[in-house]
């Protein structure tokens, strides 16, 4: 046998001490993703882009299904494009990253660097609808985006480009275009809680924390474990803002001539840093079954003298189950296999089979769940059933722990005094709320809390209630919280 490595790479800092350099350890050192020579920018390691192509390939799939088509278009918008509608403009200003020449030569016009497509996409758009007939249009893209932000750079929650899908829609009525929030919300849904493992608070966002542009955005909020939200998929429905803005008319069928209506909508990679600081532990990265590149790793446990036993049974195994799962069989000599539990464990791979002399007479295996450290003998008589119940199993926990979360740290709060101590200790205070900008820009001023989002489940509950902070009649249920 070859000589052993000793060193892992471990996680020092702890999740419930110090999160910050937790989660960036977690992401470096499971090699999720890494740092790159440009500031504010992650490089997508195999295991992430791994991840995000199951992601973008499952939203992909319900997108088609629903009629919306895929395009591209140009990374680089004229300046004079993204100054056509003043509040989009205004909204992206402070990070919109510029080309300003190429070589030697300066360029006539500035190029924005896409903050955002609507600029680019809605100048063909304006010749491309001319009848009711060219209606519904729903395109989407899969790009990325750079926005030049100044705060400090986190890997996923706050980087200065990153990957999404950015869908654009334009509708003969303001109905229809209504009624696409619906579908777009509920795909989004589907993705967070059967891909990420991973429990949101859908609603409407204030006017101050709507989409630059919108006339109103809906968004999916999450809680992180140090207490502070972060936005993930929105929704924003942006009525003739912007078809007024590129003259993107239509003839109807009455042959009068109208703006269409848009909706734009989105989901980034952004959910992976909630994924990570949610599910993973202070061993390292905890993967939801679905994304994981690695789902199953076989490990087998050997001596000089039963190597080429030990490793004949494990390889059986590998190849009675190979079909069904995603599945590594580690069969490297140069690692001990306490080195490769610490590996694995700190890569996230949902389950580790052990198996050694004992297993290989009793013909069965031993399988160990990561986010628990829960192990079952399993017979070789029929593992499939038993594996795929186990990655269920995974799943359904990740789930169902990240929606206890934030369900426990939502504190219903009627006085402002309770809802400063509830922004204090992390959480939302899900407050009454009476729709003033004042009390708004007050309550950020005062707490550091923002407006999340205003909760779909709760709003009735406004009935009768008084504002948090003025005291005056109630019209929404708010959720503040510090955010990312």
């Not at 030697?104 to 491309?128: F, G, H």
């Not at 599910?279 to 690695?294: F, Q, R, T, W, Y």
């Not at 369900?407 to 204090?424: A, G, S």
């Not at 900008?437 to 709003?459: L, S």
Request: hydrophobic share 35%; net charge negative.
């Amino acid at each position: 046998m070859k000589a052993e490595v000793t060193e892992n790479r471990t996680i020092s800092a702890k999740k419930e001490d110090n999160f910050s350099e937790w989660y960036v350890q977690v992401i470096i050192n499971s090699e999720f993703a890494d740092y790159s020579a440009v500031s504010g920018c992650i490089v997508f390691r195999p295991s992430s882009y791994f991840a995000w192509e199951q992601v973008r390939d499952y939203v992909d799939g319900r997108f088609k299904d629903d009629g919306i088509e895929n395009v591209y278009f140009p990374t680089l918008i004229p300046e004079r494009l993204l100054q056509k509608e003043g509040e989009h403009i205004i909204g992206f200003s402070p990070e919109v990253a510029w080309v300003t020449q190429t070589g030697d030569t300066k360029l006539d016009e500035r190029l924005a660097v896409r903050p955002t497509s609507e600029a680019i996409m809605y100048d063909n758009l304006s010749k491309w609808i001319r009848s009711w007939r060219d209606l519904p249009m729903r395109l989407n893209q899969w790009n990325s985006v750079v926005r030049w932000e100044f705060k400090h750079p986190t890997p996923f929650l706050r980087t200065r480009e990153f990957l999404w899908n950015e869908g654009h829609s334009a509708f003969a009525s303001e109905e229809e275009a209504e009624a696409e929030g619906k579908v777009i919300l509920g795909i989004y849904h589907d993705v967070l809680k059967d891909y990420l493992a991973l429990y949101g608070i859908p609603g409407e966002k204030t006017q101050k924390e709507k989409f630059a542009g919108a006339i109103a955005s809906f968004s999916i909020e999450h809680l992180m474990p140090d207490g502070k939200a972060v936005q993930g998929p929105a929704f924003h429905l942006d009525g003739n803002n912007f078809s007024k803005a590129f003259d993107i008319k239509f003839i109807d069928n009455n042959g009068e001539k109208r703006f269409v209506f848009q909706n734009t909508w989105a989901i980034s990679t952004r959910e992976f840093g909630v994924m990570i600081a949610t599910h993973s532990d202070n061993k390292g990265l905890v993967l939801p079954p679905k994304l994981a590149k690695i789902q199953i790793v076989i490990v087998p446990i050997y001596n000089d003298k039963n190597r080429d036993e030990i490793i004949g049974y494990s390889t059986e195994i590998y190849n009675m189950i190979k079909g069904e799962f995603r599945v590594y069989h580690d069969i490297r000599d140069e690692y001990s296999p306490g080195w490769k539990f610490n590996e694995w464990e700190l890569k996230g791979v949902p389950i580790r089979v052990e198996v050694g002399k004992r297993e290989m007479g009793e013909r069965n295996m031993v399988a160990k769940m990561r986010h628990t450290s829960g192990s079952e003998s399993i017979s070789l008589d029929n593992p499939i059933e038993v594996l795929k119940l186990m990655l269920e199993k995974i799943h359904n926990d990740l789930y169902e722990s990240s929606k206890r979360f934030v369900i426990d740290n939502t504190h219903v709060v009627e006085n402002y005094t309770d809802l400063k101590e509830v922004i204090k200790r992390g959480g939302f205070a899900q407050s009454p709320w009476c729709g003033s900008q004042d009390c708004e820009d007050r309550i950020k001023d005062e707490t550091i809390a923002k407006a999340t989002n205003m909760p779909f489940h709760v709003q009735e509950l406004a009935k009768g209630k008084r504002c948090v902070l003025c005291g005056k009649p109630a019209k929404h249920i708010v959720n503040f919280s510090r955010s990312h």
